[in-house]
């Protein structure tokens, strides 16, 4: 049978830039030069242009699909790489036309019952499905049921509006965390991602570093409220909504047995104070939803062991049963530890490291990317600003408190505590129109103060150790893991830190 090309000349570079459009991630670079070449004089910027921007994608891609689905009714029978274009052009046109009604499901929290509405919609956007696919022969309507089509169009949108709402931010260390999240959820591979990987991704856990205060727990929600939820066809509705099953667990903040209690659930009378049978969040956790556990470099070595197996082979027993249940949802892991010094000193398990760093992310501390992109301080004031006041107050807010970094920290402050420091100051400015840092962070705990008074040569051997200290303290908030990390003993970091009340005692 002789092949026809289905796209000549502008339609073919058209249909090549919509297959862009289509499966590049829209974090990248190649999404958006393609989008731009497809609009041409069209494309808009400024407030707004992002709508508008959007309208006429859609109106170009229902041309090429239009013509291409005139030549193919025709009789025309296409080259496979022609065939795949127009497939590629299709599911783009459909997802277009949907976005609107699927992004707003997000602008509604989730009930008390976690259920997601019913679309009464979905006969008709199964329809148009085969009614576009359909000339192309029985093979793509096989491969894109209109159920895994609405499923998959879901999470993009779901993925898109919690990695631009939740990761803030113009600085090239932002710009690449929020496409790694991108490539977490979908991989680098988009197509394969959609035929087969959405149904295995649940068993590669997610591991995110960083230090204290970087947004680790952000990005995990953004993953978390990313998954691929499927479609019940009958109910006419998604099966869960991920934001209601993300469960963030801080595992510091627990004995060993309330986090084995809180991960695994127990049978009453497992321990003492377990009056009644408890269900843990692993078993509570739904197909399409996530358990996020934080500082999982704090957790004692037979937790490890218990974690592995649950890794390994999604099974687990609640404590005081020997039953085993199963886990269907995904791992996401963070810390703020140095995990590869853990493991050299025998404190944490090398095969469980191995089995959480396949899908590694790491957060970039404040200054890095307020030094990597000017006015970047200010625009992640005002995106606090507007969370706490509005966004009709939210420019002078903004002022205020830039007023204040000036006057009191000046541009090159360090902020030892990243993200989370930066909104406390704003809540500051807002409640007491100041901001005072912790005592000693503004000079002592510097690091490039500390790093410019070595060079210098100006400290004493006393004080370049206690200043040290200081900023070693500061990054993990502890008095143990400070002198651990500086083999020191607990009086002697105490001492440098000068520490001499009960407060000050480890936290």
């Not at 990248?28 to 808009?44: F, T």
């Not at 570093?209 to 006419?236: H, M, N, Q, W």
Request: hydrophobic letters at 40%; glycine letters at 8%; charged letters at 25%.
């Amino acid at each position: 049978m002789t092949m026809h090309p289905l796209f000549r000349g502008p339609d073919l570079r058209a249909a090549r830039d919509l297959s862009t459009v289509a499966f590049a991630s829209p974090f990248g670079s190649e999404a958006e030069a393609a989008h731009k070449r497809l609009l041409g004089p069209a494309w808009a910027e400024g407030p707004g242009a992002s709508a508008a921007n959007r309208a006429s994608l859609l109106d170009r891609t229902g041309q090429v699909v239009a013509a291409a689905k005139g030549h193919l009714q025709s009789g025309l029978r296409p080259s496979d790489e022609h065939k795949t274009l127009y497939e590629d052009a299709v599911l783009l046109l459909l997802y277009l036309r949907s976005e609107r009604r699927l992004t707003s499901l997000l602008d509604t929290e989730p009930g008390p019952d976690a259920r997601p509405p019913a679309l009464p919609w979905f006969p008709k956007f199964a329809s148009e499905a085969e009614e576009l696919l359909g000339p192309a022969g029985g093979s793509l309507l096989a491969l894109h049921p209109p159920q895994h089509q609405l499923a998959s169009f879901h999470q993009i949108a779901r993925a898109l509006r919690a990695i631009e709402g939740l990761i803030v931010g113009a600085s090239p260390s932002t710009a690449r965390l929020r496409n790694a999240i991108w490539q977490s959820v979908f991989t680098v591979d988009l197509r394969r991602y959609r035929r087969t990987a959405y149904r295995t991704l649940d068993d590669v856990p997610t591991l995110i570093t960083g230090p204290s205060g970087s947004g680790k727990e952000l990005v995990a929600r953004a993953i978390g409220y990313s998954r691929y939820v499927p479609f019940d066809v009958g109910a006419r509705r998604f099966t869960v909504d991920p934001r209601s099953a993300f469960h963030a667990l801080n595992l510091s903040a627990l004995s060993p047995t309330l986090i084995e209690s809180e991960l695994f659930g127990h049978r009453r009378g497992a321990f003492t104070g377990a009056q009644e049978d408890r269900i843990g969040w692993l078993e509570s956790c739904p197909a399409g939803g996530a358990v996020f556990l934080d500082e999982i470099g704090e957790i004692s070595a037979d937790i490890q062991v218990k974690l592995l197996r649950v890794i390994e082979s999604r099974a687990f027993q609640r404590l005081g049963e020997t039953k085993p249940r199963q886990f269907v949802g995904k791992i996401v892991a963070a810390t703020n530890r140095d995990l590869g010094h853990e493991m050299r000193a025998g404190r944490f398990r090398e095969d469980l490291y191995y089995r959480l760093c396949a899908d590694m992310l790491t957060t970039a501390p404040l200054t890095e990317s307020i030094r990597d992109a000017p006015g970047e301080r200010r625009a992640l004031i005002h995106h606090v600003a507007t969370r706490l006041v509005g966004a009709s107050e939210a420019d002078e807010l903004t002022r205020q408190v830039e007023s204040v970094v000036q006057d009191k920290l000046g541009d090159d402050y360090g902020w030892p505590g990243n993200f989370r420091e930066l909104e406390q100051c704003v809540r500051n400015v807002l409640i007491h129109g100041n901001y005072e840092p912790a005592a000693g962070r503004s000079s002592e705990a510097d690091p490039d103060d500390l790093a410019r008074g070595m060079r210098a040569a100006s400290f004493t051997a006393d004080e370049l150790m206690r200043r040290y200290v200081r900023i070693v303290y500061d990054r993990t908030g502890n008095l143990v893991e400070t002198a651990r990390r500086l083999d020191l003993d607990r009086r002697t970091a105490r001492a440098k830190l000068g520490m001499v009340e009960a407060k000050d005692a480890p936290r």
